[in-house]
T-cell receptor
Framework: GAGVSQSPSNKVTEKGKDVELRCDPI?????LYWYRQSLGQGLEFLIY????????KSGLPSDRFSAERTGGSVSTLTIQRTQQEDSAVYLC?????????????FGNGTRLTVT | EDKVVQSPLSLVVHEGDTVTLNCSYE??????LLWYKQEKKAPTFLFML????IEKKSGRLSSILDKKELFSILNITATQTGDSAVYLC??????????????FGTGTRLQVTL
């Protein structure tokens, strides 16, 4: 497809369960980002992948959060033992990365609700 | 810590009005400032600004950056109801010469009424 694709679009889970969120970036984009947007809040950086380099995990809020990017393309964000405060919209974005003037292109996000 | 502050937080105008949205920042190793429009879902890219004083324009929208005073403005002229959205400002900073994470402001919520 032409844009960043995320799945599922909505996820409702019980507190304590694990969830996996998927992101398929734009073809050819080497940089991939995960952000979190809570109700009424700005976008909070979580993690950034650039090519084969070690990811920048500095935004992950706890060790319950992890992310992988396989083959330099699809990424999965995993949240273990979900808590109610994890409820948010999780946005993935990709860009051309090392090209200087390369804006991020966002997917439609996954709305996660932890009950 | 990098910081991006947007004002006003929200704004209600009548169709046809002109609006100015503000974004100020404090970052180390500034590279670029970006504006996004967010309606229901994905933020959509509007402008990327890297140089001071050069206006970027797209239809009724325009933006300019002042790297000395560390701010940017987004102008929308002859507003339409379709302009109603949250406008996000983000700043990219990097000391490695490669693309790095963006720091976002909390956004300005614009509502355009008939």
């Amino acid at each position: 497809g032409a844009g960043v694709s995320q799945s599922p679009s909505n996820k409702v889970t019980e507190k304590g369960k694990d969830v996996e969120l998927r992101c398929d970036p734009i073809s050819g984009h080497t940089a991939l980002y995960w952000y979190r947007q809570s109700l009424g809040q700005g976008l909070e950086f979580l993690i950034y992948f650039q090519g084969n380099s070690a990811p920048d995990k500095s935004g992950l809020p706890s060790d319950r959060f992890s992310a992988e990017r396989t083959g330099g393309s699809v990424s999965t964000l995993t949240i273990q033992r979900t808590q109610q405060e994890d409820s948010a919209v999780y946005l993935c974005a990709s860009s051309l990365g090392r090209t200087y003037n390369s804006p991020l292109h966002f997917g439609n996000g996954t709305r996660l609700t932890v009950t | 810590e990098d910081k991006v502050v947007q004002s006003p937080l929200s704004l209600v105008v009548h169709e046809g009005d002109t609006v100015t949205l503000n974004c100020s920042y404090e970052v180390t190793n500034f590279r670029s400032l970006l504006w996004y429009k967010q309606e229901k879902k994905a933020p959509t890219f509007l402008f990327m600004l890297t140089s001071s004083g050069i206006e970027k324009k797209s239809g009724r929208l325009s933006s300019i950056l002042d790297k000395k005073e560390l701010f940017s403005i987004l102008n929308i002229t002859a507003t339409q109801t379709g302009d109603s959205a949250v406008y996000l400002c983000a700043v990219e900073a990097s000391d490695t010469g490669t693309a790095s994470k963006l720091t976002f402001g909390t956004g300005t919520r614009l509502q355009v009424t008939l």
